[in-house]
């Protein structure tokens, strides 16, 4: 089966934009290693046929393991694939046309008409590969080998997730002018938008459009840009006259005063303009690029305090692991990753942590519309190896992940590493690099790392501009409260340093109801129960927030994920530490009490409303809402009304035998708010 390309719309003699065109279909695929696999003639006859986005791990989502438990941890292919693709190509003279790979896990090697095109090391960033001189008139054979297996020269080496092999997100070919904007650097869109000085009615914005010129003549060309409001009227502009000689490079600098400008300003107002790039010649636009702008500017102080566009903000949310689904793994629709960023967002977030590597693009577009902030990292998680490659490999993860989401105005923050494990000199050195590049490459957002399992004060943890902690009081160890007092004994012993917390959670199932909770649970025991999650959340918000020398407080985790290394709650392979089930389908309960802290939408919700068979007759209701105040009653009795203290409202009552019905309602502007559970008590079984 062969897939053609739509070149016939890119007619002879007309000047024209970059194209970019799907290679979705038409794929033959096989789960295994195949000697011979790259040359033209080898016979595929008998492989599969598949679409791409592809994974080859899709069934393996509930296989897990807890090695805490003796056990093995859950075993599912990690090794190598092949995919092959026949494609029918018209070259056009003039055009240049680039192959890009939305992701690959962890590596891939590409050939092309049995020669070799080329390689990429690293799963979660894209790569792109001119592929104009091997493409030939006809069919031509597109071969690609893909493996997720553990590569002591490629992060990550270890993380608490599954790698899904595959060509897991979009392929597509790129056809542009022999004069283009570049592409091929680091997959980036080739042109970088700025805001680098706020006045109180100016934006400075700089632009920087690197041009190629793969001709074999010299070009002289315009590089004209725009800066665009959010009706798409043009609000400001900036040109410059450029010429390159053939096969070369180029990056030009501009620089556009934007007047009274709109500023982004995270949920209150994610107003985005777009900086659009016109390269042009002879009158003729020959390329074009369109990248989002925030007018934005990000800072962490000392002490602590974040500031957006110079006003405090705080930051607070959920850590995020790569979207996935159960039985498909990270083969995600759009509607879907809007979907768990509009629960997030639901909820009152300010931010989220995106853990522990670059997610797809739609989530840095999403979260610039509705304003969330992100935290973005490289998947240095745990272990390292002392290698240069190694090293190496990383640095380029994230060159790829500052051209690639650079141009977000959600993105606040650089990640450089989470949880090292061991502080020699290999690692600390890993840590300087990844700082110093990011620095480098954009100097107008702070750097961070999540420090976990060595002293707090490590060397490890001094690099980034800020640090934040993974700590799990109350979950893996002593008891929620003592979150405070930690973070107060670590303020004074360094008092100039922005700390956070970047991780604590604790596992919950909603099929697990104890109510009231006895015990802390066993955390890779099977009974975690879902108001035990509560509980410690209600703690450990309860401590945090007093505390605004905490520059960022993240959940783990916001949604319910697949690891491997897990066999605990209520089955196999499942990270319950979400406060939203892995279906999407149940907001937990201390999903709940979050939004009666930080959402300005009026709510209410009766907790524990899954334990339906009571055990004694006496039980505590629990209401939490952003409301002053609730009314209440039991079994179409009088109303109570009962004060909201600190978001949660408690009214204490005696159940009657058999069914029992609680309401709950609160009067918020013209609107009633109203909830109800259902409860049982028997005095026999």
Not at 13 to 27: F, S
Not at 202 to 216: E, G, H, K
Not at 451 to 468: G, K, M, R, W, Y
Not at 610 to 628: E, G, I, L, W
Request: proline share 6%; charged share 25%.
């Amino acid at each position: 089966m062969r897939h053609a390309f739509a070149l016939a719309l890119l007619l002879p003699g007309i000047a024209h934009a970059a194209t970019q065109l799907p290679l979705a279909t038409g794929w033959r695929f096989i789960r295994a290693d195949a000697a011979g696999a790259e040359t033209p003639t080898f016979d595929d006859s008998r492989w599969q046929h598949v679409s791409v986005p592809h994974t080859y791990n899709a069934a393996d989502s509930g296989i897990g393991g807890a090695k805490a438990r003796g056990e093995p941890e859950g075993f599912y292919y990690r090794g190598p694939a092949w995919y092959r693709l026949d494609i029918d190509h018209k070259p056009e003279a003039g055009k240049r046309y680039i192959l890009h790979f939305g992701g690959a896990t962890l590596k891939a090697d590409i050939w092309l008409n049995g020669q070799r095109l080329g390689a990429h090391q690293g799963g979660y960033g894209a790569f792109r590969l001119d592929a104009t001189d091997m493409l030939k008139p006809g069919r031509n054979l597109l071969a690609v080998r893909v493996d997720n297996a553990r590569d002591t020269h490629i992060a990550p080496l270890n993380g608490d997730f599954n790698i899904f092999g595959g060509l897991y997100r979009n392929v597509s070919l790129i056809v542009t002018d022999g004069l283009a904007i570049d592409r091929l650097d680091h997959a980036g869109p080739g042109v970088q938008a700025r805001t680098v000085a706020l006045a109180p009615r100016r934006a400075t914005i700089d632009l920087s459009v690197a041009v190629r010129n793969d001709r074999p003549t010299p070009a002289r060309f315009t590089i004209a840009s725009r800066i665009e409001d959010a009706s798409g009227k043009v609000v400001a502009r900036a040109m410059s006259s450029a010429s390159l000689a053939p096969g070369t490079r180029e990056a030009t600098n501009q620089s556009v005063a934007l007047a009274n400008p709109h500023l982004w300003e995270g949920r209150k107002s994610p107003y985005l303009y777009h900086a659009v790039t016109d390269v042009m010649e002879g009158g003729k636009v020959v390329d074009t690029q369109r990248v989002p702008l925030g007018v934005r500017t990000i800072a962490v102080k000392p002490d602590g305090s974040v500031l957006l566009n110079g006003a405090p903000y705080r930051l607070y949310g959920v850590n995020l692991q790569h979207p996935t689904r159960f039985g498909r793994g990270p083969i995600v629709t759009e509607a879907e990753i809007d979907e768990d960023l509009a629960i997030i967002h639901d909820m009152g977030a300010t931010a989220i942590r995106l853990a522990h590597m670059q997610h797809p693009q739609r989530v840095y577009e999403r979260a610039d519309e509705i304003g969330l902030m992100l935290l973005t990292e490289v998947p240095l998680i745990d272990d390292h190896d002392p290698s240069d490659a190694f090293r190496e490999n990383l640095v380029e993860q994230m060159r790829e992940l500052i051209a690639q989401t650079g141009n977000h105005p959600s993105v606040a923050l650089w990640g450089i590493g989470n949880e090292i494990r061991k502080s020699d000199a290999a690692s600390n050195r890993i840590l300087a690099e990844l700082q110093a590049t990011a620095k480098a490459l954009d100097p107008t957002r702070p750097t961070t790392y999540a420090h976990c399992c060595l002293e707090d004060s490590d060397p490890i943890a001094q690099h980034s501009d800020t640090v934040s902690y993974n700590r799990y009081f109350g979950w893996y160890w002593t008891k929620s409260e003592d979150i405070g007092p930690w973070a107060d004994e670590l303020h004074t012993k360094l008092p100039g340093r922005p700390i956070g917390v970047s991780e604590y959670g604790a596992g919950a199932s909603i099929l697990h109801q104890e109510d009231p909770v006895v015990k802390r649970p066993e955390s890779n025991g099977y009974w975690h129960p879902e108001q035990y999650q509560t509980d410690f959340h209600i703690k450990h918000w309860r401590e945090m927030k007093k505390r605004p020398f905490l520059w960022s407080t993240f959940i783990w985790v916001g949604i319910d994920f697949p690891s491997f290394k897990r066999n605990e709650g209520d089955r196999p392979a499942i990270n319950d530490k979400g406060i939203v089930t892995e279906d999407r389908k149940v907001r937990k309960d201390a999903y709940y009490w979050y939004q009666a802290n930080w959402s300005d939408v009026p709510m209410l919700h009766i907790a524990s409303r899954r334990d339906v068979a009571k055990r004694t007759q006496q039980v505590k209701v629990q209401v939490f809402s952003n409301q002053p105040s609730v009314e209440l009653r039991l079994n179409d009795g009088a109303w109570t009304r009962v004060p909201v203290d600190d978001h949660i409202a408690s009214w204490t009552v005696d159940l009657a035998k058999g069914a029992n019905r609680v309401d709950a309602r609160a009067q918020a502007g013209g609107r009633m708010l109203t909830d109800t559970v259902n409860w049982t008590w028997a005095t026999q079984p």
